[in-house]
């Protein structure tokens, strides 16, 4: 059915153009002969062709432009008939005398702009006659198709200030008022359109209807080019008589694209000195306008305005701009009880961007706009529109990348209320956004009520809003969000410890609250940030009495050691005993001899009680070692304390190798290479002959396991422990001692049960080399190698 209306369609149209062309032809002929009745007569005929209403708005416009070319020769002839002294009133009476009223107005249309560019009668008395005139049709895609000839021809014969066809002193009315005229009645055909036909074909009038759109919008571009029309006869009389128009047709489709014309052909500044007229007239707008998009092209233009020239901000300020826009979009929410959510904040999203360029400096205009929009999402609950909570994020976006400083965001009393209504998976998106900008903009957070503000902000990334487990969520982006808050609290500083401690106390006081899931994140982080403000204060001490105590280590430590112990609820035992040996070490360097002993009983009980897998014992061990070896703190008591236990979990390591290297290592625990170290040649002998036997009884149960004795990597890694501390004096390491070792490796690698290990054998060589090289060098050093023999 469709295709043959289609077929249908085509043939009427081929069927008009034959016509008009058959009539054309025999125009020409007559214009060739300079006979003007029937030259007449066919034009006419010709234009009987535009009669028709079988042709749908598209196929209608190409015969009307196939008329529209043969009407520029006849008129062309016309201006070639009064040269040769026809009387151009003559010619414009005698076409009114054509049989049918279309060809006879489109005639009277084309002599009436030879009659005014004749000059014989006033430009402004011939086109009110042919405004009048046009009333003759009043078939809507008829009408318009002839209305736009007689702007099309008129247009540049309008007496306009400067022009040569300028009348009296009311010239410039004249035209405006032949232009509205003629605007006001294509309109009322052009919304007549919906009613002509059945209400089932409705739809498809709509679509044609839009087609024709630009007829009656090409009027208000020529109002728009009169040079006459100044700011105050548009103010007074051009804006008021189309927003009369606008608002009494009462059409969605007219309404929405000539208020969209309005904005863009008419001047930005004429729009800023009227814009309670016009924004006057959005409330009375039919329900089913798209008005926020309309209030949003009008907020753009104004925006791109106030950018070009900071000479026109003040203009602003006079009209109260902001204000008026406010409260206009207050109105039309209010007018449009139906206007979806979206559509609301979409208004606000575009009042904010305009505040944010014209006003930079009004954070309290900002703050109203966010204000108005949490009045309006009050009472509902948590978005669940895509499209709604895209806007919200960038409204919230918005102040971020126009400052580039979050601490501005941060005094908005509003954007925490306008989070609020996101939804949680939303509300960390924000959140990730709003790190990004301080980690992009190197934005340092340096008050306590600031990051209260800020930690209020992301509380989504901090803890669980809703009660949805963190085990559902995906354990990458998991991952990635809770990074992006460690690497924040790097980002708080204050010079001054008091406010530096404060912001620390806050930073706990909300990451605790993260459940055992985030705190392997965050806690490191923290630990950090606190032990940074324990190296600042090193060397002041103090009882912690009251609340009010100035900052110092021990009330750090304090918070440290409070801020640790919830780590074991994760359970993450290997990183509590990783911050226990950093305070440790951070004691150690303030002096805190109980403090620092403190921490590592801690880590030591951490180790006993909670870390049991082999592997994480080693490193554990292997971490104690080497922060008591730089410890120097410690009394003799304390210290044998704690070396004693080193060494005694250091030989209860599960496997022999791991045994060996954690006793060897203890050796470091007995000599410290300073000024004041502890030097016990005696126990640090102890240490290495206890890792030989180790070593041996390691070589023992592989040759009763294997068959085979296995690499002598650890004696090779013992012997350089012996001439390491052969070197720094050490009295009981003798030459004598490391030659018995030399002559045991060797020996163990000419035995048949050693496997052979390239590895070993090279660490080996090496190690010979460098005993060799010793000997070489001479001096004090070379007379202590001569007795070895390699």
Request: aromatic fraction near 8%; hydrophobic fraction near 40%; charged fraction near 25%.
């Amino acid at each position: 059915m469709i295709s043959d209306g289609i077929e249908d369609e085509e043939k009427w149209l081929a069927e008009g153009i034959a016509g008009l062309q058959q009539n054309a032809f025999y125009m020409h002929r007559a214009l060739d002969s300079n006979n003007l009745r029937d030259a007449l007569k066919y034009s006419a005929q010709m234009l009987s062709e535009l009669r028709t209403s079988r042709l749908t708005p598209h196929k209608y416009y190409e015969l009307y432009m196939r008329a529209f070319d043969e009407l520029r020769k006849l008129e062309m002839f016309f201006k070639e008939e009064t040269r040769r002294g026809c009387s151009v009133i003559d010619l414009y009476e005698l076409v009114q005398h054509a049989g049918n009223i279309l060809p006879r107005l489109y005639l009277l249309c084309t002599v009436g702009s030879v009659y005014i560019k004749s000059k014989e009668a006033p430009a402004k008395d011939v086109l009110k006659d042919l405004v009048e005139m046009c009333r003759g049709i009043q078939h809507p895609v008829r009408g318009l198709f002839l209305r736009s000839y007689l702007s099309q021809v008129s247009r540049d014969k309008l007496p306009d200030i400067g022009s040569e066809y300028e009348g009296d002193a009311d010239t410039v009315m004249d035209a405006v008022e032949f232009v509205l005229q003629n605007f006001t009645e294509m309109n009322k055909l052009w919304v007549r359109m919906q009613h002509q036909g059945p209400s089932r074909e409705r739809e498809k009038r709509e679509k044609e209807r839009s087609e024709l759109r630009d007829l009656v919008g090409k009027n208000l571009h020529v109002l728009s080019q009169i040079e006459g029309v100044d700011l105050d006869m548009y103010k007074d009389n051009v804006l008021p008589r189309v927003l009369e128009q606008v608002v009494n047709c009462k059409d969605e489709l007219a309404q929405y694209y000539l208020m969209d014309c309005i904005i863009q052909v008419f001047p930005d500044e004429y729009h800023l000195q009227t814009l309670e007229t016009l924004l006057g007239a959005c409330p009375q707008l039919q329900p089913t306008v798209d008005i926020k998009t309309v209030l949003s092209q009008l907020m753009d233009r104004l925006s791109n305005y106030a950018a070009s020239s900071a000479e026109v901000l003040p203009e602003f300020l006079q009209v109260e701009a902001f204000a008026k826009l406010s409260n206009a979009i207050g109105k039309v929410i209010e007018a449009q009880v139906d206007m979806p959510v979206v559509g609301a904040i979409t208004l606000y999203v575009s009042l904010l961007t305009f505040t944010l360029r014209v006003h930079p400096d009004r954070l309290d205009y900002v703050d109203q706009v966010l204000g108005a929009c949490v009045k309006k999402l009050s009472g509902k609950a948590k978005l669940e529109d895509n499209k709604a909570t895209k806007q919200i994020v960038a409204l919230l976006s918005a102040p971020l990348e126009k400052y580039n400083d979050i601490v501005i965001a941060l005094k908005l009393s509003n954007y925490p209320r306008v989070m609020d209504h996101l939804d949680t998976g939303t509300n960390k998106v924000m959140a990730v956004v709003i790190i990004q900008s301080i980690m992009k903009n190197n934005t340092c957070i340096s008050t306590a009520d600031k990051v209260e503000a800020l930690f209020e902000l992301i509380k989504g990334l901090i803890k669980d809003l809703d009660g949805t487990p963190v085990e559902e969520l995906d354990e990458e982006d998991f991952k990635e969000e809770q990074s992006s808050v460690a690497r924040l609290i790097h980002m708080l500083h204050n010079d001054d410890p008091e406010e530096m401690l404060k912001i620390i106390c806050t930073v706990k006081k909300h990451i605790l609250t993260g459940g055992p899931t985030r705190l392997p994140f965050t806690v490191p982080p923290l630990i950090f940030s606190a032990l940074k403000l324990v190296r600042r204060l090193q060397g002041q001490d103090g009882d912690v009495v009251g609340e009010e105590v100035p900052a110092t280590p021990k009330k750090i430590f304090q918070l440290l050691h409070q801020t640790i112990e919830a780590l074991l609820s994760v359970p993450a035992p290997e990183l509590a005993l990783r911050l226990y040996l950093q305070c440790a070490e951070a004691a150690n360097d303030c002096d805190l001899e109980p403090v620092a002993y403190e921490f590592f009983t801690q880590a030591f009980i951490l180790y006993e009680e909670e870390v049991a897998d082999s592997k994480a014992q080693v490193t554990a061990i292997h971490l104690i070692i080497g922060t008591l070896q730089r410890m120097n703190v410690f009394g003799v008591e304390n210290r044998d304390t704690l070396t004693h236990k080193a060494t005694g979990y250091s030989a209860k390591l599960l496997k022999k190798p791991d045994q060996c290297r954690a006793v060897y290592a203890c050796s470091h625990l007995f000599w410290v290479d300073d000024q004041d170290g502890v030097k016990d040649g005696e126990r640090v002998l102890l240490c290495l002959k206890r890792a030989l036997r180790i070593a041996n009884a390691a070589q023992q149960m592989a040759n009763v396991t294997r068959g085979s004795s296995g690499p002598v990597t650890l004696f090779v890694e013992i012997l350089n422990k012996y001439l390491y501390f052969f070197e720094k004096g050490n009295p009981q390491i003798t030459s004598a001692a490391i030659q018995g070792l030399v002559e045991l490796i060797t020996t163990e690698m000419q035995s048949d049960t050693t496997t052979s290990d390239p590895s070993a054998d090279a660490f080996f060589a090496s190690t010979l080399r460098y005993i060799q090289f010793q000997k070489q060098k001479g001096g004090t050093m070379g007379e202590k190698y001569e007795t070895i023999k390699v």
